[in-house]
């Protein structure tokens, strides 16, 4: 018996659908590997990672209040991807849309929060953008590789912030802690149930999964994209204006995770400070893949990596299995997608040697 | 003025700057073996602190130094073979499942370090390489305690740097190992295996890798703490550009780094605190970004690079 590839012209939605699922299946069935290592029970392990993340009103407003900016930064990366412009960079343009929100919104500018928020918002949109405009020019210009540069540039703007939460952004009225001066209450946002920690930036975070939706799939600039990201040389034979378009993708995928800095540092915290984001842009690479690069599938796959770190860490107190276990799935899934990946490019077909027959 | 001189006569300087490469120098070494051969790995990150972690833990658990250099070794070439399976078998993203396999690396590393040790909250120190001194040659003024007084590891980055660049140029397997980065149809046309070649390449690349970290852990600190990578694994993807895939440009790229840092540390302490010490930490990462722009335009990228081969495939 051998098997042979042969290419795929298409996968259907439900296919799509189905290699997903079972990359996240895969991925726990590899979990248990580790969990046995450090001596616990798996399937009491997965119990209570679903328990802390689902189950109870606070633990499922935890999990959407933790896949806020994990739906941000996934739609920031599969807006880009889908276009092959590899933004590895949202972690630092949430951070420089966090800045922004805090630049405008801590007192430079006094208006009621229905103006406010857009104006932050836009801010944060607009510095995440740049934040992405840049290496893509430098991309088209000089050939330099926007992979390596969107990577160095989160060193850089994280040590950025640093330095300035320390010196000129510092609150005075921290007691010592490097952060910055705190947002005015105009612009934050509003909780959505009282008590509960989730926020307006999941609203916002959705809307914008459903915008993405129907600006690739509905506008002139969607098929641009889809097709820039399908055949590059194609497409500029097509009369399609690449560079613009790419320039375009990566504005919208910069302000994508710069909104998922604004979101977190007026949702949340109110201020800025170094660890404002404990990953936030490298989860979203993974929660984009989850999604099959799908604006709306970037939802569900946010909810989920969120629910594996809430979870996690609820597990993790209860019995002492360290919480970077939840790296561990997210890391596991990524892979086991991009497998699942190679079964959606090609169809595997067994075909069974001829055996002789005897006295032939 | 003087001190400037002060910080660049010294010898004790470019001690410091040679052994701030050393990590750097198999790093670079490493990806560039992978990309020569056709391979983009961004594992590197995840590499590295596989390596720090795994070698460090090993001799912590009484392996011996050159044993746990092993394991490190061990450890790269498995998320080697993992990433090389995923791109050269299977054709997927280089991109991605170098993310990925950083990813996996690093939290594999984390959440091992803390099943293994759970309730220690300063980590524990191991006794790490010391230099040695190399009779005569350490005697020679300057020269002699930048480059024959260092730890072993350090002696062997640059020993590799001279076995690499031999390997890659005068022989039939680094002649091999640049044509599948270049034209992999010629090689297959040869009859030697593209895939075999690449996966090779791929795994004795990701080996280095680890060696990086490991020197961290063994050899320039003597314990493992989360976060201690930060950003190394990135410069050396920077630097290979920079290098343009030679290993003596490789090798000056690293030194330069590593030059850089520890001037910066010394004129921090000369002069104190004139400028926030963010300005010099960011500035290795402004460096490799302007690097990377102005050398981009005439970088001879292998020319295969990122690009999936398959057995029997035609252009």
Redesign the interface.
Known sequence: MSFRLESRTDASVALKLMVSLGAAVAALLLVAIPVLFAGGSPLTAYSLIIQGAFGSMFAFSETLNRATPLILTGLAAAVAFRARLWNIGAEGQLYIGALAAVLVGSGLLQMPPALMIPTIMIAGFIAGGLMMVIPTILKQRFGADEVVITLLLNFVVILFVQMLIEGPLKDPLSMGWPQSVPLLAEAKLAKLVPRLRMHWGLVVGVAAAILLWVLVRKTVLGFEIRAVGENRAAARFAGIPVDATMLKVALISGGLAGLAGVSEVSGVKGYLSSDLSPGFGYSGIVVAMLAGLSPVGTVFAAIFVAAVFVGADSMSRATGISNYLADLVVALSLLCVLVGGFFLRFRVRYERAMTPVAGE | MDVLLDIFGSANFWAAAVRIATPLIFGVLGALICERAGVLN?GIEGIFVAGAMAGWLAVYLGAGLWGGVLVAMLTGAIFGL?HAV?TVM????Q???G???T??A???S???Y??AL?DVTSPPRIAPFQPIAIPGLSDLPFIGPALFQQTPLTMLALLLVALIAFVLYRTPLGLAIRAVGDNPAAVEAQGLSVQGLRIGAVVVGSSLMSLGGAFLTMSAFDAFFFGMIN?RG??C??LV?FASWQPGKALLGALLFGAFDAFQIRLQAEIGQVV?G??F??LP??L??VA???V??R?DYPRALLQPW?KGQRH
């Open positions: 961004l993992l995923l299977l054709g997927l993203s991109h991605v499942s993310i990925g396999i990813l996996l690093t939290s594999l984390y959440f091992t803390r099943t759970p950003g990135w410069i993807i920077a550009v926030p963010q300005v930490l960011m990462y402004l490799s970004i990377l722009v102005l981009a335009r970088a398959f």
